[in-house]
DNA sequence: TTTATTGGTTTACAAATGTAGACAATCATG
DNA sequence: CATGATTGTCTACATTTGTAAACCAATAAA
């Protein structure tokens, strides 16, 4: 993810997906329902909670005398980020077989393997005998060159 | 990445993508490389190396006045385990959306097309209908429950 | 209304990370 | 052999991240 130039750090992501997945919460709850998981103190968790605040991630509406919580970015969209930038960082011949365990490791529904199915037969066509490593520049690639 | 409690960072993976991709590579090299897509130091990168080495992700051999860098871990382990590690922090709802995307944006070898055609007929059979998030430890979930 | 409790705000600090200068050893060359 | 170039080592420092105590305001209970 990138907002205004920070970056969600891996302990925010956590309470991130609470929040995402409850829909909205109060710090309270986000606070209880993570120490089920991590072993963070409460006040950590509101640290945490107040930098995701400004990095707006997360945006407050005060109930009485606590903030309700509700993101300000949609799960969906945050996955694809951070997977896409990871993605971005590995050498083009290893995803084929990494993608291939992914989707080995991974409990799919039967709709989503439909339309990978679906997906897959339109790339067969025009899909390339072999990938190339783009990871240097030019020709020094001992891998695929 | 996880070799004696130390991760690697994003900065010194990039130098491992280039020792890797060559197999092996003096300082010069990598820096020379290196500088091709970053901006980065002579001296950042050394200091960058020195603390990949003392990970334990890199070893060196004298040949001279100069090192010869050489991967101690493979890279496509390695590809798996941060990824691995990613897809554990994501909510499981989200995988096959996702997976579906990754599928589309990467560019796959016909092999690869083959082989995930393969796995995909295989998993179809025992394919949940659907999949829940496991996001919470019960059914405080406001996206499947 | 006094006090305990609850929840938010500030401050703190160590470790990790990005970034790089300064210095030292080694080697090639005049 | 003296010197500049090459390459490695050490030191340094700002920022980010993990982690949390201390403190303060509002509310509920006594």
Known sequence: MEVNGTEMTSAEWELMRIVWTKGQASSTEIIQLIQLKKDWSESTVKTLLHRLVSKNYLSTVKEGRRFI?????????????????????????????????????????????????????????????????????????????
């Open 69 to 145: 919580y509700t993101p300000l970015i949609d799960e969906g969209p945050a996955v694809q980020q951070i997977t896409t930038d990871l993605f971005s960082q590995i050498c083009d011949m290893e995803k084929g077989p990494l993608l291939l365990k992914l989707l080995k490791d991974t409990t799919l529904s039967q709709a989503d393997i439909a339309s990978m199915q679906a997906a897959l037969t339109v790339k067969l066509p025009n899909a390339p005998t072999e990938i190339h490593c783009h990871c240097l520049p030019d020709d020094t690639c001992a891998k695929c060159c």
